[in-house]
């Protein structure tokens, strides 16, 4: 009897451990992967919409509500190309203190990733909950240095989810001096959680895999790159934020609302995979050696092992903030003014899961003509279905709860913010 | 006594912004002792909210496959869907939350979760009549949770 002539479906309607709600689709036909189709609910196309009409100083308020794990991405990449169409350059140590919430998040949403939704696949649990009861101090480390990136972003930002105290050209208030350094100790500790961390995640067993991908990260000469800098490609393009769309096409595919990005016309990645290989050489020392000690060398390839890259860009966060707060002297204002003109801006800063390109289009009363969002989920989608298309073929042999976990695996890789992040309880209700 | 409400959902889908309005107007009453907290459901954001009070009253939107919108269910932790699988969870909330927060002994004194079954979660802001119709009823219920629990509890 061959199994060549069946039909087989999979599908993985609600992905485990991912942000928001997602699904899979795949299609084995004759022993052939014949489609995989991964749906992700993406809001940017809603808000896109919702901003056209509306003032110019509100999308960095209204998109930080597009994702409850990373509102500051939205908000600096916001900020950044509005104040482009305006022509205001916001420096000194406003920039330094938006790095400085930046890190925050970093340090939050890797820490989220690595203990509550990636860790468990490596140690055979099904869940944070199972590794809690298995070994609490261990999560209990990953919950403290997740804290250790909110008590920046509730400082810095106002509150720790949908930071309020983000604008246009800088910040409503501005911390002082000692509140910042009141955050030293609990950084300090944080940074031999992190470096624990990657320790401990070096000693995980890692699938082989290998990615050719194409990597596409900002670059920030002399230093590692979270909110400014150009972008360069591993193939060797190099452009500028306000060249972003004549290289990355968005298009539209019938499974997903979300919009799958394109470089050049070929598939590629964004996030730490990327950040690291393009811009290994701009960690910390410390960080840098972290990396070397996990054996993570120039390089990383295999996309399970993202979850050092993690490690080591947490670590890096970290250091980060605690030298900016060494740094930190309070500007004489809080924020410098943005005043409107007719214009067009752009801005990419690396959301902690990849590249977060905003562009505004803005008439002279600051009145928003057009906006359009592309998230980095968008762009890692195909290269996701790639993966995904790949472990399928080699793993047909599998019945389809562990093919459906293999590819929950797959997809876990990337931390794909499938971030509509409308939250339900499935309820069960007895009737009699 | 202290007291944690944590409303949970999105402002931009629709009904399932219904724990956050509940939330918002909680917070407005400026109550002693009371904290409030907005969150969207990640679970060591719950966990961190209501650790240490003594109790935490819980507001979340749910969704049903045949909804009556705007009914309320009151739920004690204890009732909750047991330990859920992997497979068939929709990634993090309110159960994983609890059953981490048990794991780690996290969870407050006395846990209850309000749900109310929404008619609309596309993306959009404001609630469907009915959902905000259920509003003002669940501003008491959970006002009377925060002063004690019911007798026959």
Known sequence: ?432 | MTGVVVGIGNEYREDDGVGLVVAEQIQRRDLPDVRVVSTDGEPSRMIEAWAGADVAVVIDAARLADPNPGRVHRILVDDLPGHVSPASSHGLGVPEAVELARALDRLPGRLVLYTVEVQKTGFGVGLSDPVAAAVPGLVDAVLRELAGPPCLE
């Open chain 1, 1 to 432: 009897m061959s199994h060549r002539s069946t039909s087989r479906r999979l599908r993985v309607s609600a992905l485990t451990r991912v942000e928001g709600e997602g699904g899979l689709h795949i299609a084995v036909h004759d022993g052939k992967v014949t489609s995989v189709e991964l749906n992700i609910y993406e809001p940017p196309r809603f808000f896109e919409a919702f901003l056209r009409g509306r003032g110019y100083t509100e999308p960095p308020d209204i998109t930080a509500r597009v994702c409850g794990i990373c509102p500051v991405a939205y908000q600096m990449s916001a900020c950044q190309a509005i104040e482009d169409a305006c022509g205001v350059h916001v420096g000194g140590q406003l920039a330094a203190l938006r790095r400085l919430l930046y890190c925050g998040e970093w340090i939050e949403s890797h820490a989220l990733h690595i203990y509550l939704l990636h860790a468990p696949d490596f140690l055979g649990l099904p869940d944070a909950i199972a590794l809690a009861e298995r070994d609490r101090a261990t999560l209990e480390r990953g919950l403290s240095l997740k804290k250790a990136g909110n008590a920046i972003m509730e400082l810095v930002g106002g509150r720790s989810i949908h930071p309020i105290n983000v604008r246009l050209g800088g910040f409503y208030r501005l911390p002082a001096k000692a509140e910042l350094a009141g955050l030293t100790e609990q950084l300090r500790r944080a940074l031999d959680e992190a470096i624990a961390t990657a320790r401990w995640a070096s000693t995980f067993e890692f699938p082989d895999a290998t990615i050719d991908h194409e990597l596409l990260s900002l670059r920030d000469p002399g230093r590692y790159p979270i909110d400014t800098g150009t972008l360069v490609s591993s193939s060797g393009l190099d452009f500028s934020p306000a060249e972003y769309l004549d290289h990355v096409t968005e298009l539209q595919v019938p499974h997903s609302t979300a919009l799958h990005a394109t470089l050049d016309g070929g598939r590629y990645l964004v996030g730490p995979l990327a950040r690291y290989a393009m811009n290994a050489k701009w960690l910390s020392p410390t960080a840098r050696e972290v990396a070397t000690d996990i054996g993570l060398g120039g390089r990383c390839r295999n996309p399970h092992r993202s979850i050092l890259v993690r490690a080591v860009e947490t670590v890096y966060a970290i250091d980060e903030a605690l030298r900016i707060i060494a740094e930190y002297e309070p500007p004489e204002i809080a924020a410098v003014d943005v005043s409107p003109r007719a214009g067009t801006g752009h801005g990419v800063t690396e959301a902690p899961r990849g590249l977060l390109y905003h562009r505004y289009r803005i008439d002279t009363d600051g009145t928003i003509e057009d906006a359009v969002i592309v998230p980095p989920t968008a762009q890692n989608q195909p290269a996701i279905e790639d993966d995904l298309r790949r472990l399928v073929s080699i793993s047909l042999h599998l019945d389809d709860h562990e093919l459906a976990h293999r590819c929950e695996r797959a997809i876990r890789n990337y931390d794909p913010c499938i971030s509509c992040s409308a939250h339900f309880l499935d309820l069960t209700v007895d009737r009699t």
